[in-house]
């Protein structure tokens, strides 16, 4: 399964992808919103999840190329049971992404989570789809926002897995199917 926009491609992972994605999650800045950057074996744990998951389910975290070139992954993952617990029934389903700092400003990441939402409601028919991160993560917030995603205060929580600090409190968007 392939997702095509305007200017990207969202597909399965290749062997290719591995270099830049470790070079990815070893970028400092691209994961400033996480606990720490991943190590090679790490990041390849994590490909290697990724793309299990596409095959089994058909959907998940595509890798996303733009300009001819591997600019990280965009897509729809399970939300964690201790997540939904936390935000008041979140559906089981987000939108997420991370990419390489070359691919920011460019609009990648709203045209392929754009993608991806498309294809949670037409083709899954969920009928809400939510993305969450930590509170000072503007950037990620502010594609939510251009997804059309709405914030309740209600809504945000402490992750449950991160230790106090400035990642552990979370926002939450949610979109509904209209």
Known sequence: MELRTERLLLRHWTDA?????????????????????????????????????????????????????????????????????????????????????????HGYATEAARAAVTHAFEVLALPEVVSFTATGNLRSRAVMQRLGMTHDPADDFDHPTLEDGPLRRHVLYRLARS
Do not use: H, K, Q
Request: charged share 30%; aromatic share 12%; proline share 9%.
């Open 17 to 105: 992808d591995r270099d830049p994605f470790a070079d990815l999650n070893a970028d400092p800045v691209v994961m400033e919103y996480f606990p720490s950057t991943l190590d090679r074996p790490t990041s390849d744990a994590l490909a290697d999840r990724i793309g299990d998951r596409l095959d089994r389910e058909g959907w998940g975290l595509w890798a996303v190329e733009a300009e001819g070139r591997f600019a990280g992954f965009t897509g729809l993952n399970p939300v964690p049971p201790a997540i939904r617990e936390l935000t008041r029934g979140a559906p089981a389903t987000e939108v997420g992404w991370r990419l390489a700092r070359w691919a920011w400003g």
